[in-house]
């Protein structure tokens, strides 16, 4: 089940530290595996992803899918990749998404703080 598009804005517009907390916990147990601090084969790092260029870490080799991607890491973005990957980007090699709604949202928060 999505979130309808006003609570979803409203989630993420409002987002809180206990929202990024919860956010850093479904990180460390479905993302850290291949995101790490640095950019690695498996992926690449997050660090000021939220707003920035799709695909646009040169020290990354995205996926054709990715790259043709024109935009930001916007919530909307984030929201619909983190859903579903390879419906977002085809080709994408995230092998798996965020599935509950509201830990996408949570992680969503949790990004917005790597700086």
Not at 12 to 31: M, R, Y
Not at 69 to 86: H, R, V
Not at 102 to 108: K, N, P, T, Y
Request: glycine share 8%; with cysteine; charged share 15%.
């Amino acid at each position: 089940m999505r979130l309808p598009a006003l609570a979803f804005a409203f989630v993420t517009l409002s987002a809180t530290p206990v929202l990024a907390a919860d956010g850093a916990k479904t990180f460390l147990l479905q993302c850290k595996s291949c995101h790490a601090a640095k950019s690695s084969l498996m992926g690449p790092a997050l660090t000021g992803v939220a707003g920035a260029k799709i695909a646009g870490r040169a020290d990354f080799a995205y996926s054709a899918g990715l790259k043709a991607k024109a935009g930001t890491w916007s919530d909307a973005n984030l929201e619909a990749y983190l859903a579903a990957p390879t419906k977002f980007a085809p080709g994408s090699r995230m092998p798996q998404g965020v599935a509950n709604p509201a830990d996408r949202v949570a992680v969503i928060g949790y990004l917005k703080t790597l700086k």
